[in-house]
């Protein structure tokens, strides 16, 4: 640990949640807690990006109520990016600018939030201090909706998420059961999860409350013919059917159902979803009446619906980057350990960086069932601790009030540098 | 008015909403307070379906604390239908079928829920008295949250798709606006009505945020090279924009963005969205990087998010339909007639089904801005009010508590009708 009072750095790296400020008001709360220890709190301004071209936000400059509110703010509130620092071995030039802006700026804590990549990106600069003399304490905080991140049991922003997936899934199910008589009798809603299906899975809560549902993962190769006959059994059942599809379900060659060689009246490629193909899909084998939506990212920004599980997690999770470097660590991400399910209790542990680094988790076969087309009991004790509990942000004239930073930018000292 | 004690038919028509049955709730704890006049209240299982095949729910077998669990519940809770009633003349034998079912469940009171196809039905089921010697009563209950009804200064279901899209076009924009220095610029969300555009100037209320945003109207004639330009001159000073495209949004040949003539892998023509063909259409034009969402029955089914206003004033017009019914009036549909925008004030009044059959309202050309992109300060006044309030329904296991009524049938009297 740095034995003198040296300030920190605070980054947003990837794509945003709902939950990632409450992440950063963890942070600069704790680090203002310790001024004894840290000094200002510097964010780089659209994450990395901020660092190596030197424009820092001086978070000193924003009032306690701001920093609080943050907690109630979804997106990034000092901008993210994606970006991916190459290795030490590639790319010199970029740790050497960052070296220099961290003494330029007396930086001696690094703190990075986000997924796996950004993972990476923060263990890469934990190495600093070893491969080039510069001592840096760099502690990940994560932040995945994806909740892919190995080792900690569920990743900040994928509560909310979760959550606003099963409401929405059985909002609008409720909805097709009315209309399924003389209209649609096909819902079909697209969730994020590229690689994992853990969004997807959370559609499959709906289940118990009624709804038939059957839920598409990335991890299941996607079998047409199998699909079409389970949702006709469904809708011959019960009159009508839920299917709540991963973007990344794909094909046994791989090829996503989103891809579906669509193109539009000019013969360009045209970027689809996969809610319109599987509900075209479904209308021309059986032809049910259908609906789609693409929650895109009114799902991963649902401040709204967060879960207050998840919001709570979040902040202790920045909290406890903080605490981790105070102790001395570096190159360590905080983690959340599960202890029980019900009564859900969980502690805030530790892992090495090195072990989360480059590795995604996903859904583990027992939680889908054998037929690929819905969650076990064992995945449902899983998600549902992570979806309790509403934390409501405060509203005025009938949306929620929602922070805007002021975001004051630190004096540069250095020249220019051009990122390339 | 009836002079002996009658039973009352309710039922809901067309696309529900968040609060359609807050409506009922309305009708049948007003119809339940008033068990002089009126004996039960028995709904149609799908619509004006339920009346034409007997096929009728008994709702005094619900205890009180199920019926007022509608008020928090979205979807319609007796099924809905899509089905128009034809004229008298052609086709007379489903006015003669609907008299003997009335007949013979002694039927004085009809409620019907719904929007302007609906309020056309309610209207010929109010000429039976006179053109069939029938004694009937019927109450129109204004429901549509296209808010496209005349007379009625809005429509229940509207206000709360309009909150949706005010909070989650706001939480989106948040969520752009941290992600475009290195990643998506343009964030596109279509929304609801095919030839109104009401929900979409919903979206046009997070410019007072702060947000960069162009609102695309069916009444406006989609203009490509304005849109594009006023989206390019956005992203240059904002760094990003958020596009709210109305389903309906249309080029001057009337042809929909949302077909653009796109075909799949095998040559089918592909049902698309708008969001999609506005996104490309940016890209293809200037490269940005965007994300599109499609909120089709995520929005109207939102009851987690429903306005307070909104479901209070579902509540009084179903409220008012009976109280209008044992006043002894026919062919009328209770309103909201706004007294003021701020404070807002309302009463509730009466206009005749006549006036109100078959009549659309759409945005005056006053609330939308000259460039057609956006609304006025005029539009912002009269939509500020309807998304006040925040009424959470009770959350349990992380979701909503939404009631399913057991829906017992009513014994069946005659024999069987078909339809056609």
Known sequence: MATKKRNAFYAQSGGVTAVINASACGVIETARANKAKIGKVYAGRNGIIGALTEDLIDTSKESASAIAALRSTPSGAFGSCRFKLKSLEANKREYERLIEVFKAHDIGYFFYNGGGDSADTCYKVS?????????????????????????????????????????????????????????????????????????????????????????????VVFDEKKFLARAKT????????????????????????????????????QLGGAAPVVANMIKQAHGYKFHWAVADYLQRAARHIASKTDVKQAY?????????????????????????????????????????????????????????????????????????????????????????????????????????
Chains 1, 2 share one sequence.
């Not at 989360?356 to 064992?378: L, Q, S, W």
């Not at 630190?410 to 220019?416: D, E, G, Q, S």
């Open 127 to 219: 190495q600093l201090s070893e491969a080039m003399g510069y001592p840096i304490q760099a502690i990940h905080v994560p932040k995945t909706v994806d909740n892919d991140l190995p080792i900690t049991d569920c990743c900040p922003g994928f509560g909310s998420v979760a959550k606003y997936v099963a409401v929405s899934a059985l909002e609008a199910s409720f909805d097709v059961r009315s209309m399924a008589k003389t209209s649609t009798k096909v819902f079909v809603m697209e969730v994020m999860g590229r690689h994992a299906g853990w969004i997807a899975a959370a559609g499959g809560l709906i289940e118990d409350h009624g709804i038939p549902v059957i839920v598409l993962f990335p991890e």
């Open 316 to 420: 202790e999770l920045g909290q406890a980057a903080v605490k981790l470097a105070l102790k001395g660590h570096n190159a360590v991400m905080p983690t959340v350990d599960r202890i029980s399910d019900k009564p859900y209790k969980y502690k805030i542990g530790m892992a090495q960086l090195s072990k989360v680094a480059n590795v995604e988790k996903f859904m583990p076969r027992d939680f889908i069932t054998p037929d690929g087309f819905g969650i076990t009991p064992k995945c449902k004790r899983y998600l549902l601790p992570l979806i309790q509990g509403e934390d409501y942000p405060r509203f005025k004239d009938g949306v929620p009030v929602y922070v805007t930073l002021k975001n004051v930018p630190v004096a540069k000292k250095l020249p220019a540098f051009e990122l390339k």
């Open 234 to 269: 469904l809708v011959e059942k019960h009159g009508y059917v839920t299917v709540v599809v991963s973007e990344g379900c794909h094909y046994a060659d791989g090829k996503f159902l989103a891809e579906q060689g669509t193109r539009d009246a000019f013969g360009h490629a």
